[in-house]
């Protein structure tokens, strides 16, 4: 049964700050239902969406408005990361981070542009996906949100000469932070510390910290070893002790060089125990004269940067729900999502709670739900309006509900 009668105090707000991108008051429109359906709805698609709303147009009015209808996506996204930046919160600082990593959006459908199958690490199969690149920002208060996008395409999919690997993807998301001034340091894990673009970002004279794997080759008493061989050469009496969060580790830090990458970096082994010879992990960084909790304190921002938006992005907002078939619609949705996270993010870290919520929220999932119990209470209101000022009959009602 629909249960939306108006957009949330949230959407409101957000259609005066990206209402202009739109040309026409339906576009507008349509705009706001998206991301109210995305934050409530309970099936996040275009039918889901449009079935919460007790007045709204056929559905497939949404679906040209996400696939057909001339607006611009990039636009939207700007107008996102300029507003981000007027609130103390989620301003960009010098003390933040950019992290980089890849993701899968499951879908049904084998039909969508640009959907394959890809081994999923996680659940350990193959899945019909994308795969995105994303680059995301990480503040000193904690308030984290994607800065852009890029969707991976298989070369069989691509015409002549426009193939882009994963290495050139995140190359062009460097580029992207860095043109737009954004400050702070780099990190990702170890797919993407190929010496192609640990130079890349040497080049542009910015920091980062990459997880390494053991496997990686380094240069080691004058030839080139594997890191895992390095760390059983270590000596017991090397290796120091490092606190992250309750958990103990040890570790043995020293400035190395790695075949083909062009510069001296500074390398961190660490092992679970004291006296184990196998080590546990490895990060490497260009900033030679940092201590290694500052390299893991950045580091460990790749989590709340990137795996938590993706945990959020899927479980709360739809990230992978839209099945649309153009690589269009697929690529305006995976923005609006970044816009509804967004709205929701600032409101998390807000100096007072908001008046629509009621209460101080913590988490995207919270905040979800205080969207949705103010729509609840909205369908309340427009229920006891319509008997006791307009007078309607509990039938007429019904019939609006229920569409019959």
């Known amino acids: 049964m629909p249960t939306i009668v108006d957009f949330p105090t949230i959407v409101h707000e957000a259609l005066t700050v990206f209402g202009e991108v739109f040309d026409t008051e339906a576009a507008r429109r349509h705009f706001a239902e998206y991301l109210t359906g995305l934050m409530v709805a309970e099936q996040k698609t275009v039918s889901g969406i449009n079935r919460e709303f007790v007045l709204t147009t056929d559905q497939s009015c949404l679906n040209r408005w996400l696939t057909e209808v001339h607006w611009d996506v990039q636009a939207?996204?700007?107008?996102?990361?300029?507003?981000?930046?007027?609130?103390?919160?989620?301003?960009?600082?010098?003390?933040?981070?950019?992290?980089?990593?890849?993701t899968l959006v499951t879908h049904e459908g084998k039909l969508i542009e640009d959907v394959g199958w890809f081994w999923d690490h996680a659940d350990q199969r193959h899945v019909i996906a994308h795969d995105y690149v994303i680059s995301n920002y990480v503040c000193p208060s904690g308030a984290h949100y994607p800065i852009e996008w890029r969707r991976f395409q298989k070369r069989d999919a691509c015409t002549e000469g426009k193939f882009k690997d994963h290495t050139t993807l995140c190359i062009e998301l460097i580029d992207d932070a860095i043109q737009r001034a954004i400050p702070g340091d780099f990190t990702f894990d170890s797919y993407f510390t190929s010496a192609k673009i640990l130079n890349h970002i040497q080049s542009k004279q910015r920091a980062y910290v990459g997880d390494l794997k053991l496997n990686r080759k380094v240069v080691y008493a004058g030839q080139e070893q594997?890191?895992?061989?390095?760390?059983?050469?270590?000596?017991?009496?090397?290796?120091?002790?490092?606190?992250?969060?309750?958990?103990r580790y040890w570790y043995f830090s020293k400035q190395r060089r790695i075949p083909d990458v062009n510069h001296p970096v500074r390398i961190v082994l660490f092992w679970r125990e004291r006296g184990d010879a196998e080590a546990s992990k490895a990060l490497v960084s260009n900033r030679l004269?940092?201590?290694?909790?500052?390299?893991?304190?950045?580091?460990?921002?790749?989590?709340?940067?990137?795996?938590?938006?993706?945990?959020?992005?899927?479980?709360?907002?739809?990230?992978?729900?839209?099945?649309?078939?153009?690589?269009?619609?697929?690529t305006r949705h995976v923005y609006l999502v970044s816009a509804a996270y967004s709205l929701?993010?600032?409101?998390?870290?807000?100096?007072?709670?908001?008046?629509?919520a009621r209460r101080t929220l913590t988490t995207i999932g919270e905040a979800c739900r205080a969207v949705k119990a103010e729509t609840l209470g909205r369908i309340v209101h427009w229920i006891l309006e319509r008997l006791s000022v307009d007078h309607w009959s509990m039938s007429d009602i019904k019939a609006v509900l229920t569409g019959a």
């Open 76 to 102: 939207l996204n700007d107008k996102r990361l300029a507003w981000l930046q007027q609130a103390p919160q989620t301003r960009y600082s010098v003390r933040g981070i950019i992290a980089i990593d890849n």
């Open 226 to 247: 594997k890191l895992q061989v390095v760390a059983r050469q270590i000596p017991w009496e090397a290796k120091k002790p490092v606190r992250m969060g309750s958990t």
């Open 289 to 330: 004269g940092w201590e290694v909790i500052r390299m893991v304190l950045v580091y460990r921002h790749r989590w709340t940067g990137t795996e938590t938006f993706h945990r959020d992005g899927k479980q709360q907002l739809g990230l992978g729900d839209c099945q649309v078939r153009s690589g269009e619609g697929q």
């Open 344 to 356: 929701l993010m600032r409101s998390l870290h807000s100096t007072r709670p908001q008046d629509w």
